[in-house]
């Protein structure tokens, strides 16, 4: 456009001298007036077309610049989620998770004594083929400020509720508060579901003292999140009072069943791929019918995990260890007694595990009766959802009676391959 505007300039200056040169000075001078003024007047038109086509220009990029923008932002919101026209296709998104999970196991062990053959609150059997459980796990969160977890057990003999509990969260005083049926918070591995143990079976201190259920109950508790203590970079306590009993430490019977706990948790970060944490826990309750003699476990737990950031999918190094003291009144006299196991998993790769665990535990009620052994395990995990495991375990004990039970208990040799798989979001995570 510019271009054109000077040929036209160039073109008018020199006509102008033509003209001046055929015409006489008066007439020229007069005639170049008028030319330069029709010459002003054409580059003010010309000058206000070039400014106006100079708008429409802008405006027409402008334009397309925003189209472009409404096309990218209709894909995005397009792919952010599903959308739902009517109030019935709207139910489905309350829906809770649902999952399944399914414990198998064979076995065979070199003792043929009931108290190791025969599944009890001591032992899941073994010389035989059994579904350890098939567990239902419905999870939700109800609204903005709470969730809700259930889990359903079923085995041959019965269906039980495994745990079903309401919580919320982020109250005052950096609290979430717990309602219903749980796990108690105490040490590392009593709110551990039994698919997700690092090896088959519980460690026996927890057996002796718990027996294979877990210390919990109906109840409330209260977990609080703590400013950092003893210089660690995180501290929590948890404070548990429920309606429980094992019929071990502590009695099934009872009017009132009442076990209280307290569990206080410092975390460290070593480094950027390590991380420990050490627990101190307590719960106390009665362990007659009569509820006139009372029973304590206190428990110290140790945990270190390395997890190298850009290798998580294939190393892993987890060490835990737990100690426990026992206090055990009875009309005799208060009984001592005192366990501990010590726990090493480590991720060979993206499918295999092997891991080991040592056990020590006396019977909380006779510390002249004790049980020590060692497991070694090696886990494949076809996937996320399903893992097979193989266990061997040899136990040592010096027992002469456990209730119901009449020893001696021999030594013994077993194997056990155990097959887990899952259905869902809710895994073999720890939990």
Same mark, same amino acid.
């Given at each position: 456009?510019?271009?054109?505007?000077?040929?036209?300039?160039?073109?008018?200056?020199?006509?102008?001298?033509?003209?001046?040169?055929?015409?006489?000075?008066?007439?020229?001078?007069?005639?170049?007036?008028?030319?330069?003024?029709?010459?002003?007047?054409?580059?003010?038109?010309? =000058?206000?077309?070039?400014?106006?086509? =100079?708008?429409?220009?802008?405006?027409?990029?402008?334009?397309?610049?925003?189209?472009?923008?409404?096309?990218?932002?209709?894909?995005?919101?397009?792919?952010?989620?599903?959308?739902?026209?009517?109030? &019935? !296709?709207?139910?489905?998104?309350?829906?809770?998770?649902?999952?399944?999970?399914?414990?198998?196991?064979?076995?065979?062990?070199? @003792?043929?004594?009931?108290?190791?053959?025969?599944?009890?609150?001591?032992?899941?059997?073994?010389?035989?083929?059994?579904?350890?459980?098939?567990?239902?796990?419905?999870?939700?969160?109800?609204?903005?400020?709470?969730?809700?977890?259930?889990?359903? @057990?079923?085995?041959?003999?019965?269906?039980?509720?495994?745990?079903?509990?309401? $919580?919320?969260?982020?109250?005052?005083?950096?609290?979430?508060?717990?309602?219903?049926?749980?796990?108690? $918070?105490?040490?590392?591995?009593? !709110?551990?579901?039994?698919?997700?143990?690092?090896?088959?079976?519980?460690? !026996?201190?927890?057996?002796? /003292?718990?027996?294979?259920?877990?210390?919990?109950?109906?109840?409330?508790?209260?977990?609080?999140?703590?400013?950092?203590?003893?210089?660690?970079?995180?501290?929590?306590?948890?404070?548990?009072?429920?309606?429980?009993?094992?019929?071990?430490?502590?009695?099934?019977?009872?009017?009132?069943?009442?076990?209280?706990?307290?569990?206080?948790?410092?975390?460290?970060?070593?480094? !950027?791929?390590?991380?420990?944490?050490?627990?101190?826990?307590?719960?106390?309750? /009665?362990?007659?019918?009569?509820? $006139?003699? @009372?029973?304590?476990?206190?428990?110290?737990?140790?945990?270190?995990?390395?997890?190298?950031?850009?290798?998580?999918?294939?190393?892993?190094?987890?060490?835990?260890?737990?100690?426990?003291?026992?206090? /055990?009144?009875?009309?005799?006299?208060? &009984?001592?007694?005192?366990g501990v196991y010590s726990s090493l998993q480590n991720k060979l790769n993206?499918?295999?595990?092997?891991?080991?665990? &040592?056990?020590?535990? $006396?019977?909380?009620?006779?510390?002249?009766?004790?049980? =020590?052994?060692? @497991?070694?395990?090696?886990?494949?995990?076809?996937?996320e959802f399903v893992y097979i495991r193989f266990q061997y375990q040899y136990?040592?004990?010096?027992?002469?009676?456990?209730?119901?039970?009449?020893?001696?208990?021999?030594?013994?040799?077993?194997?056990? &391959?155990?097959?887990?798989?899952?259905?869902?979001?809710?895994?073999?995570?720890?939990?």
């Amino acid at each position: 456009m510019c271009k054109r505007i000077c040929k036209l300039i160039l073109f008018a200056h020199v006509f102008s001298l033509q003209i001046g040169w055929t015409q006489s000075d008066s007439t020229a001078v007069d005639s170049t007036n008028f030319k330069i003024e029709q010459l002003e007047q054409s580059l003010q038109e010309l =000058q206000q077309i070039l400014n106006e086509q =100079q708008q429409e220009d802008e405006l027409q990029r402008l334009m397309e610049e925003a189209q472009a923008l409404k096309s990218v932002d209709k894909k995005e919101e397009m792919g952010v989620g599903k959308k739902f026209h009517t109030g &019935v !296709r709207q139910q489905a998104g309350l829906n809770p998770n649902l999952s399944v999970s399914g414990d198998f196991f064979a076995g065979i062990n070199s @003792s043929d004594d009931d108290y190791i053959r025969q599944p009890s609150d001591h032992s899941y059997g073994t010389n035989t083929f059994d579904l350890r459980e098939l567990e239902l796990s419905l999870v939700a969160p109800l609204d903005p400020f709470t969730r809700g977890k259930s889990f359903l @057990s079923v085995t041959e003999e019965a269906i039980s509720i495994e745990e079903a509990y309401l $919580e919320w969260l982020n109250l005052p005083l950096n609290m979430n508060l717990k309602v219903g049926l749980f796990n108690a $918070e105490f040490g590392i591995l009593n !709110r551990y579901h039994d698919h997700a143990l690092p090896q088959f079976d519980r460690p !026996r201190v927890l057996v002796h /003292y718990f027996s294979l259920a877990y210390l919990g109950g109906f109840g409330v508790a209260g977990n609080f999140l703590l400013p950092p203590l003893f210089g660690a970079d995180a501290s929590m306590l948890d404070l548990t009072l429920c309606r429980g009993g094992n019929g071990v430490s502590f009695t099934n019977e009872g009017k009132r069943q009442l076990l209280a706990a307290a569990n206080y948790t410092n975390y460290y970060d070593i480094t !950027r791929n390590t991380f420990f944490e050490w627990r101190w826990g307590v719960v106390g309750g /009665y362990n007659d019918e009569e509820e $006139e003699n @009372s029973s304590l476990v206190a428990n110290l737990a140790l945990n270190v995990k390395w997890i190298p950031a850009d290798r998580a999918k294939y190393r892993t190094i987890d060490w835990k260890t737990e100690f426990m003291y026992g206090l /055990y009144e009875q009309p005799t006299g208060t &009984v001592y007694s005192k366990g501990v196991y010590s726990s090493l998993q480590n991720k060979l790769n993206a499918r295999w595990w092997v891991s080991a665990r &040592v056990d020590y535990a $006396e019977l909380p009620y006779d510390n002249q009766q004790h049980e =020590q052994g060692i @497991s070694l395990a090696a886990d494949y995990w076809q996937s996320e959802f399903v893992y097979i495991r193989f266990q061997y375990q040899y136990m040592q004990r010096n027992l002469n009676d456990i209730r119901d039970y009449w020893g001696p208990f021999p030594d013994s040799h077993g194997f056990i &391959v155990q097959v887990n798989w899952a259905m869902g979001p809710h895994k073999h995570e720890a939990y």
